[in-house]
């Protein structure tokens, strides 16, 4: 399991007024809770902060480094980000055991390429991430299903992906992850949505154009 080093410190001041200083001095303001502990209101470097950040970034194991105030494990439980600028504007980290069991969510990679694709056949990817239920210091950062071996008409799905022993996949076993499909099956569902398409729009009313242009 990745995990990083983040130095923080502890945060003084609190409200809108504090959060905006310590943004202008280039760090966020951010807060840690959990294990039953008291909130504590902190602040880090932005930028630092952003290069933590990407796909898988919430399963990251974070040891932060708090100075005399002492470390933190924690993980990323939410980032507010301003929806314009896209800057980082608050954080909050979830303090974590290495042994205690989470949920979370996993991104699904697919390596390969199929058999059935290579014979004209579609490619579909239906289900991109799992919810899964581990040990903090087990969560893998993807999972891979080597697709290689799919034919025309075959298909994965959650009950056929194997995992580290310990791990649970909460997802509808029945459900769906990957599958091959005929390229005429991929035409005629989309020929069937451009017909739906068609019939959703309102049919121009010719009586009632044919009377407004006697009237002129």
């Known amino acids: 399991m990745e995990q990083a080093r983040l130095e923080a410190q502890l945060r003084e001041g609190r409200g809108k007024g504090a959060a905006r200083a310590a943004r202008r001095a280039g760090l966020v303001p951010a807060i840690v809770y959990g294990h039953k502990q008291a909130p504590m209101a902190i602040q880090l470097p932005k930028m630092r ?13 974070i040891n932060m480094d708090l100075g005399k105030d002492g470390p933190e494990t924690v993980m990323i439980k939410e980032i507010q ?14 303090r974590v055991s290495l042994e205690e069991r989470v949920t979370t969510r996993v991104p699904v990679i697919l390596t390969g390429t199929a058999s059935g694709v290579s014979t004209g056949g579609v490619q579909e990817f239906l289900l991109r991430e799992l919810h899964v239920e581990c040990q903090v210091g087990n969560i893998p950062e993807r999972i891979e ?33 990957v599958t091959i499909v005929a390229p005429t099956i991929r035409e005629a569902e989309e020929e069937e949505v451009v017909i739906a398409e068609e019939e959703e729009k309102e049919p121009e009313v010719i009586g009632e154009k044919r009377e407004e242009e006697e009237k002129e």
């Open 145 to 177: 299903i080597d697709v290689s071996s799919l034919e025309v008409g075959d298909q994965i799905r959650v009950a056929d992906i194997k995992h580290e022993e310990g791990m649970e996949i909460l997802d509808d076993p029945g459900t769906i992850v």
């Open 49 to 61: 902060l952003h290069r933590l950040l990407g796909p898988g970034s919430e399963n990251v194991i």
């Open 81 to 94: 980000m301003d929806p314009v600028t896209r800057e980082i504007l608050h954080a909050d980290f979830m």
